[in-house]
């Protein structure tokens, strides 16, 4: 296996580059400046506002209603025109307002990389230019540097580098020079390499760069992000075959009607007209729109829940989501260290509580205790206070840290148990200070008491150092020999703690009253008294188990990626439910790199599994398998790392709080709290979206169908066209829109979470759903039709006669035909609101919208009839009391066949 530049030696790796110690000279830069060209990622323009408002227009059902305008346009039919227009103008705006959000991936990686660097050019240093650095350079770091370019270390002190837009966590990287001799490591395990894009903080380097540009682990990010494409959702999939075939029956009607009013030697015109209202019959012209507002509707219920969509078509891919892949850091845990075990003299406690929040209970064998009665427990949090270096600040009732996120869970366990400010602080003074450093693993300070002049020396540091330094322990007030067998019962804790994947510190301290001042910093870490340990965890958050609970009942899988070590991901996934089976795996970034694109979907489908150590690629890898095995999945992420993955998810969602902005511009949806519950509070949401998007999709085309119905029945009883085809345009874009929106804000039915997911490859409307609307379309056509032709018959019209279009009789029936279509439509969307519950069951007034609605719409059908303007522009006329009986009992017989269907159905 070739050997990789993290396995090289500096000798190696300054011949690879060409390079030496005391850097390029100025000429050998400008060379190597034209061979690679500038240090910087390429940025890319993959939008345009006129693109984004071109898309709107991408729609069968808006281009047959734009074709449809422009016939009518060229027939004199302004007044249908008009409507035609208007309805895909308001279409296209609500969908470009909605949506109108740059895709700035790949410019905000570019912000991230440095401005300026310390570099070695011609034996000096010199501050250039990032962009002019090259494979080659030797550049200097030092504490708070950010990082120009990818480098290998030649040299380190006590470096610590904040990786977390590659690898997600946010806790330091120890970095070491020196080659590395194992293969096939991942990024966040090649400690003697640092990368663009991050930064040092702590200690100094000399780097030689590596790679640069587009060259460069960052670059290579971006370059997945431009290649990866937008893929359609499951709704535009379904409505784009949907508006295909409605296309094609509309146009393959109306064409047969031209050729059959051709050989009937019906007029041009008169052909046109009836043609036009057939294939208008057909299509639901306010579907795209109705769509469209359902979706930013849904978008604003989401905000509740502290998820912000960014774009309307990720709210109902919601609904079919089947897998969840979440980063463990921030999501499923709240990124926030905290003490969770305590071991002091021979008592083993716990503390619960929340992150930093300062409020929590100490157990002793889970019973709650009274921590003023362990005395040895001040003394423990006197030391944790004392020896540190980190602050807490509260701000509008959240608490930050400055400084180590391990050292700030000492300070919070501390005020868990005792809140005074400053308690442990007061009547002390700091004197000296051996400061922490990865070589001693321990960090120790001098402290003088105010009070008694007694001088104490404090001491943290890892276990393993500490158990050796200590010759006394403390039990309670008494300070007794640390034996060997009592080290080994220390150790046995600090084992056990550690396969918790805790994160333990032990704590010891020595009286130095009988040492002189200028020996403290000598002897403060000698012969010291053993005081106790604590281990810290970021620990889940509080409502991810039931989160996770409630995923697993309603057919969805969890899988956890993260890029931190195995133990601690087998720990958290234990701790909320994803690995409880025997036969569960933790796979790491090497073992997945083994397995093949069969082995690893055969183990992510049929056992439960995490992955830890994960290099962005094997997360985009395992996002692009799982969406070739027909899974729809949601990818959560916060790193510069995640961006590709989000955007090859069908669902990326980006963290709110400590997510980049690179994460954010990627994905499709941003957690404002960062939080997974939110995540499944969102799922349940797009399902009652998805579920009240098929309703109102087959409340559309029921009115479609009575229309087309309508027409048809007029055609075989040869009579006068019942409805024309601007009164078909009122009802689909009139009457009928109010209701079909308020469908889209119809409250979550009680079986939402307790089914499968949505099939991506299940119809908006299948064949149930199709025999559904055709028989309650055929109850409203028949009602509109008799209606229609009793009010012909009424003002002495017989079958076989001919009437004037413009009439007074004509208008009038054709208006009571109309009335009956938009009443019967009324009780429809009451049944709409469930396809299997009652009206009674669900709460004939629990959608308040639908009532307002219906009674909007209501209005809007007496407008039409009794104003004026309306009247001429619609072609519509008052009716007689004998009209509105027949629309009284067309209602009736709509609403009991509904009503007795779903009865059948239950039983």
Request: hydrophobic letters at 45%; charged letters at 25%; aromatic letters at 8%.
């Amino acid at each position: 296996m070739e050997k990789q530049i993290y396995n090289l030696t500096e000798q190696e790796v300054l011949e690879k580059f060409s390079a030496t110690v005391s850097g390029l000279t100025s000429k050998e830069a400008e060379e190597r400046l034209k061979k690679y060209g500038k240090n910087a990622v390429q940025k890319k323009q993959s939008w345009s506002w006129f693109s984004l408002l071109l898309n709107q227009f991408n729609d069968a059902l808006v281009w047959i209603l734009l074709v449809a305008g422009v016939l009518a346009f060229l027939f004199g039919e302004y007044r249908d025109m008009t409507i035609i227009f208007l309805i895909i103008s308001i279409n296209a705006t609500i969908g470009f307002f909605q949506e109108y959000k740059a895709e700035r991936t790949l410019e905000n990686i570019r912000r991230l990389a440095s401005d300026k660097a310390i570099v070695l050019r011609d034996g000096q240093r010199q501050e250039i230019d990032a962009s002019f650095l090259v494979p080659g350079d030797i550049i200097v770091l030092t504490s708070g540097d950010s990082v120009a370019a990818d480098g290998y270390l030649l040299e380190s002190y006590d470096v610590y580098a904040n990786e977390f837009i590659f690898t997600g966590e946010s806790k330091s990287s120890r970095k070491n020079s020196g080659a590395i001799t194992e293969q096939g490591l991942v990024l966040a395990d090649m400690d003697n390499m640092i990368f663009m894009g991050t930064s040092l903080t702590r200690g100094s380097a000399t780097v030689l760069v590596t790679g640069t540009g587009m060259k460069t682990q960052l670059g290579n990010i971006a370059h997945m992000v431009s290649e990866v494409k937008e893929e359609e959702t499951p709704l535009q999939k379904q409505m784009r075959t949907l508006g295909r075939d409605v296309s094609i029956l509309a146009v393959l009607i109306g064409t047969l009607v031209m050729i059959a009013g051709y050989y009937s030697e019906i007029s041009l015109y008169e052909n046109f007209l009836f043609a036009f209202a057939l294939a208008v019959s057909v299509v639901p012209e306010g579907l795209p729109a109705a769509i469209s507002v359902a979706l930013s509707l849904g978008m604003k219920k989401l905000l509740k829940y502290n998820v912000l969509a960014k774009k309307l078509n990720a709210v109902e891919t919601l609904a079919s989501v089947s897998i969840i892949c979440s980063d463990k850091t921030g999501t499923i845990t709240r990124n926030e260290l905290m003490v969770t075990n305590i071991i002091v003299g021979d008592d083993e406690l716990t503390v619960d509580g929340e992150g930093y929040q300062e409020k929590g209970d100490f157990y002793s064998f889970g019973r709650k205790i009274d921590v003023k009665k362990y005395s040895q427990l001040e003394t423990l949090f006197r030391i944790g206070t004392l020896c540190n270096d980190s602050g807490l600040m509260e701000k509008n009732g959240l608490i930050s840290i400055t400084g180590d996120p391990t050292e700030a869970a000492l300070l919070v366990v501390a005020k868990k148990y005792q809140n005074e400010t400053d308690f442990f602080r007061n009547g002390w003074e700091k004197i000296d200070e051996n400061p922490f450093s990865s070589d001693r693993m321990r960090m120790s300070v001098v402290y003088s008491n105010n009070i008694s002049g007694k001088k104490t020396s404090f001491v943290k540091g890892s276990p393993d150092v500490l158990l050796d330094l200590c010759t006394h322990k403390l039990v309670g007030d008494q300070i007794i020999p640390f034996t060997p067998a009592e080290k080994q019962k220390a150790k046995s804790s600090y084992d056990a703690m550690s396969k918790q994947a805790l994160r333990v510190l032990a704590f010891a301290q020595r009286d130095l009253d009988d040492v002189a001042r200028d020996k403290f910093s000598l002897e403060a870490e000698k012969d010291l008294v053993w005081v106790g340990m604590m281990g810290m965890i970021d620990p889940p958050r509080a409502d991810v188990r039931s989160a996770i609970e409630e995923c697993i009942k309603s057919g969805i899988k969890v899988i956890m990626i993260t890029g931190d070590y195995e133990i601690t991901a087998e720990a958290i996934a234990k701790k909320v439910g994803l690995l409880k089976s025997t036969n569960a795996e933790v796979i790491n970034g090497r073992a997945l790199d083994l397995l093949s694109d069969d082995e690893l979907i055969a183990k992510i489908l049929e056992k439960e599994v995490a992955f830890a150590r994960i290099a962005p690629e094997q997360k985009l890898r395992i996002a692009t398998l799982l969406k070739k095995s027909g899974a729809v999945i949601a990818m959560t992420g916060d790193g510069v790392n995640d961006a590709p993955a989000l955007k090859r998810a069908d669902i990326g969602v980006a963290m709110g709080v400590i997510g980049t902005d690179v994460a954010k511009e990627a994905s499709d949806m941003i957690l404002l709290d960062d939080n997974f519950a939110s995540i499944v509070r969102a799922i349940k949401e797009g399902r009652t979206i998805y579920q009240n998007l098929r309703k109102f999709v087959y409340y559309v085309f029921t009115s479609n169908v009575s229309e087309f119905f309508t027409v048809i029945i007029g055609v075989l009883l040869q009579i006068p066209v019942p409805i024309t085809a601007v009164q078909i345009l009122a009802i689909d874009l009139g009457t009928d829109i109010f209701p079909s929106f308020s469908l889209g804000l119809e409250p979550s039915e009680p079986n939402v979470m307790k089914r499968k997911p949505f099939s991506a490859k299940e119809k908006v409307i299948d064949s149930a759903g199709v025999w559904r609307l055709l028989r309650v379309g055929l109850i409203m056509a028949t009602g509109a039709v008799i209606a229609f032709i009793l009010s012909m018959k009424r003002g002495g019209w017989d079958f076989g006669n001919k009437i004037d279009p413009n009439s007074v009789l004509y208008i009038r029936s054709t208006t009571v035909a109309y009335a009956v279509l938009a009443m019967t439509q009324m009780v429809n969307l009451m049944q709409a609101r469930s396809e299997t519950l009652s009206v009674f069951t669900i709460g004939f007034f629990k959608n308040k919208y639908a009532i307002g609605a219906a009674v909007i719409s209501t209005a809007m059908l007496l407008l039409f009839m009794y104003l004026p303007f309306l009247q001429k522009y619609l072609h519509m006329a008052p009716i007689m009391w004998q009209d509105w009986v027949a629309v009284f009992v067309a209602m009736v017989a709509v609403f009991v066949f509904e009503e007795g269907r779903k009865a059948e159905a239950k039983r």
